[in-house]
Structures are given as C-alpha cells and as structure tokens.
C-alpha cells in the first residue's frame, strides 16, 4: 500500500517575507546587470563608481539645484557619509556646486556634462538590464505587476513608517 502524498506544504500561499526576500534578489541582480562596465570608452568610468555614488548622481540628475541636506531628508543616510560621497564626486569632476544666491551658506549641487553622460550611461544600461529582465512577460503582465507594486508602495507609505 501506497502512502498518501501530503499535499498541504506543496501549496502554500507565499508569505509576505517570500514575496521582499524575491523582490530583494531580483534587485541584486538587476543592479549587477545595471553595473556591468560598458563596452565603450566610459568603462573606466563607471567602473570605478559604487553603488552610493550612482545613487547621489542619480538624485540630482532628478533634482538640480538640490543642496545636501535635501540629500539628506530624502534618503535617511549620515549626513557625514554624504558630504564625503558628494566631495568624492565634486573631486571627480562629476557633480557642480555654487552658493545659494538667497542663503550664501547652502550650497547648490548639480551634475557637470561629465556627470550628466555618466549618469545617462548608466540609465540606458539600467534600461538595458530591465528589458533584459522583464523579455517574454506581456504587456498586460507588466502593467499588472507595477500595479501591485505600487499597491504595496502606497500600503507601506499609508503606515507612516520607514
């Protein structure tokens, strides 16, 4: 006689840890794919950036004219981890500041020509690596998945918590 196959554990429902630990994975590839050098002249380049600094660009490639405690209110880091994430990037030629012409004490940021072909590098690699990544899912999947996305999105900021 056959034992019964229990069937119970086979078809569990996901927990909602399951689902960030997935959504965690996929990011740490995508961003791999996203940082892969290049097979052109700005290789070196982009190399040589980590990961917080294609974030910093990244932020005032959105937000010109932003100064670093704006940095800092939108993402949460040490102001001090900043300020040398941002000197680094000013050193590399990459970000621009000038003074504040209503506040001489803040400083204004802005991305230079060199960060600006930078930061558009890495945004059409990003392209790249999500196209890659979403290749056989259908329009409709799509749009279904960054609808629940963004379900989950607005369920996180609707508890005020980060």
């Not at 086979?10 to 290049?38: C, K, T, W």
Request: hydrophobic letters at 45%; glycine letters at 6%.
């Amino acid at each position: 006689m056959r034992k019964p196959v229990d069937k119970v554990n086979q078809n569990r429902v996901p927990s909602g840890q399951d689902v960030f630990e997935a959504i965690h994975s996929i990011m740490h590839l995508y961003r791999a794919r996203q940082m892969r050098a290049p097979a052109d002249a700005d290789a070196d380049a982009e190399a040589a950036l980590t990961h917080m600094e294609g974030k910093v660009l990244g932020f005032f490639a959105r937000h010109p004219d932003a100064t670093l405690s704006d940095l800092v209110a939108h993402s949460g880091r040490d102001k001090a981890q900043l300020t040398r994430l941002i000197r680094a990037l000013r050193d590399r030629g990459l970000l621009e500041a000038r003074a504040d012409e209503a506040d001489r004490r803040s400083t204004r940021l802005r991305l230079s020509a060199s960060g600006e072909a930078l930061h558009a590098l890495r945004h059409r690699h990003g392209a790249a690596a999500a196209e890659e990544a979403l290749a056989g899912v259908p329009d409709a999947q799509r749009a279904s998945l960054l609808a629940l996305l963004e379900r989950v999105r607005a369920n996180l900021d609707a508890t005020g918590k980060d």
